[in-house]
């Protein structure tokens, strides 16, 4: 008989969204205005209704609370608190206090999330990210919402994934605002992220001294493709592209190590990395996937073992951890049912070896609109018919919700 790992007492079993992803119209926001350019967006897909989760958020709410699920991550959709600068609409914090006390009735602990890669559009025509007064107009936005829903929220996530936000619209293109190559755009993106994160943190402590604060941290992992030392530095160098963000003219911080209550973690995937020196234009870098892995929809090698080693990575910063995205998209669900129990193994490990996990929020609870992929990726627990809006709780769903209710996954 399988031995069971239990989880300690209090871990956070949920799912993770972004409100643009889920909610349906959403037509304040530079994805909107990004969707509408042909070839943006796989198979010419908009976000259009979405899942409808703006209206159906209590029966999507009910139906995670039936899968055993006692959290949930969510963003707040920017372009609707403050449609224009300044002006900050009442009905939608109105909105949002009702989805956060249904969370709340459901018995689902709100990680609330206040920029998941979607900006209004007032804020991108004025430069977006990229412009020196992001910061302070993301205060503003942080600050009302505190006000209005801080009595409602205890955990806070500042920002999502900045790192893969700044590299998807200035190098490689497929986010807002679409630019290739601008290494130093990204930057400046990541620079002005780091200060609203930082503001954002005291801001939300000066309102609610007792809330946890921090923000989810995209963690690839880079392999050397040899075990060659130009390999290995060129494994470092893919790492520190993606894992830091700069703290002044030449130094470069680790996102992990911004000023936070706790480290968010998402993680996916590996590359192997290698030095090449016919690329000068990619920084001298080849990646590639590992060989001899199996490949996600979305083209990913993954292997669940490397979550425990992601999660180690962080174990020396003492702080709590929570796991804020994690999947695979694929449209046979049977893969998932496999790979959900052996990467939860890894988490577990992970807090044997001492690392403080305190929640796993899967990736994602509903299929959804995945940025500029589309409708093409199937990530979800519950499957979504495009035309009925009908959900349908797959297998995988029906076992993430067995082993959230025994707080324990079964060992191999």
């Not at 900045?162 to 590299?167: D, S, T």
């Not at 807090?351 to 990530?379: C, L, M, P």
Request: net charge neutral; hydrophobic share 40%; proline share 5%.
């Amino acid at each position: 008989m399988a031995e069971a790992l239990n989880f300690p007492e209090g871990f956070l079993w949920g799912t993770a969204s972004a409100a643009h992803q889920v909610e349906g119209d959403n037509r304040n926001n530079d994805w909107w205005l990004f969707e509408q350019e042909p070839g943006r967006i796989q198979g010419g897909d908009r976000s259009l209704e979405a899942d409808d989760h703006y209206r159906r958020y209590r029966e999507d709410f009910q139906l995670l609370r039936k899968m055993h699920n006692n959290a949930h991550r969510l963003s707040i959709e920017w372009s609707r608190v403050e449609p224009r600068p300044g002006e900050f609409d009442p009905r939608q914090l109105r909105h949002y206090r009702d989805v956060l006390g249904e969370l709340r009735e459901q018995g689902l602990r709100p990680m609330l999330t206040l920029h998941h890669f979607s900006s209004p559009i007032w804020f991108s025509e004025r430069g977006g990210w990229e412009a020196g007064e992001a910061p302070a107009a993301f205060l503003r936005f942080v600050r009302r919402v505190v006000d209005e829903l801080g009595d409602l929220v205890d955990l806070w996530c500042t920002i999502n994934e900045p790192n893969i936000y700044a590299a998807n619209g200035w190098v490689v293109g497929e986010f807002p605002p679409g630019r290739k190559g601008d290494v130093m755009g990204m930057w400046r993106v990541l620079a002005n992220m780091r200060r609203a994160h930082l503001a954002a943190y005291r801001a939300i402590h000066e309102r609610r001294p007792d809330a946890a604060v921090g923000l989810s941290h995209h963690r690839f992992l880079f392999l050397p493709e040899r075990a060659l030392r130009r390999d290995r530095l060129a494994a470092h160098l893919a790492g520190g592209f993606m894992d830091r963000w700069p703290a002044g003219r030449v130094r470069r911080e680790l996102v992990v190590g911004a000023a936070a209550d706790w480290i968010g973690i998402a993680h996916y995937w590996a590359q192997n990395a290698a030095f090449d020196p016919r690329r000068p234009r990619a920084q001298f870098l080849r990646l590639s996937n590992v060989p001899g892995l199996p490949v996600t929809d979305m083209g990913w090698a993954s292997d669940p073992s490397w979550m425990r080693r992601v999660l180690n990575q962080v174990r020396h910063l003492g702080k709590p951890v929570y796991v804020t995205e994690n999947g695979i998209s694929t449209r046979d669900d049977a893969v998932r049912a496999a790979y959900l129990p052996q990467v939860l193994r890894s988490v577990h490990g992970a807090i044997q070896d001492g690392v403080d996990v305190r929640g796993y929020f899967h990736w994602t609870g509903f299929d959804n609109f995945e940025w500029a992929r589309g409708y093409s990726q199937k990530f979800g627990l519950i499957a979504v018919d495009r035309a009925t809006q009908e959900r349908q709780v797959k297998p995988s769903g029906h076992l993430y919700a067995r082993i959230a209710a025994a707080n324990a996954v079964e060992s191999e």
